[in-house]
């Protein structure tokens, strides 16, 4: 069965209400989420059907996009009145 974005969407939503504040390395924020996945089920069982593999490096990825995000946001935010 195949994920979404969706499932992925749902996913960052819970992680950022739980872990995103936290100074976890990018490794080690996407093994938390690889862990939600394969102990919740409630997230998606698409997602519990990837391989640990796919689920990390397709969490790292998003999480360095994320990342950057931010990283790029907080500057215009700090010169901002």
Do not use: H, W
Not at 38 to 48: E, G, P
Not at 65 to 70: F, L, S, V
């Amino acid at each position: 069965m195949p994920y979404t974005v969706e499932d992925i969407d749902d996913l960052f939503f819970l992680y950022r209400q739980v872990a995103c504040n936290t100074a976890l390395s990018v490794d080690a924020r996407a093994g938390y989420l690889t862990a939600v996945v394969r102990m919740d089920r409630q997230i998606a069982n698409s997602l519990d059907c990837q391989p640990d593999e796919t689920l990390v490096a397709l969490f790292r990825e998003r999480l360095v996009a994320e990342d950057g995000q931010r990283a790029t946001s907080r500057p215009s935010a700090a010169k901002s009145p």
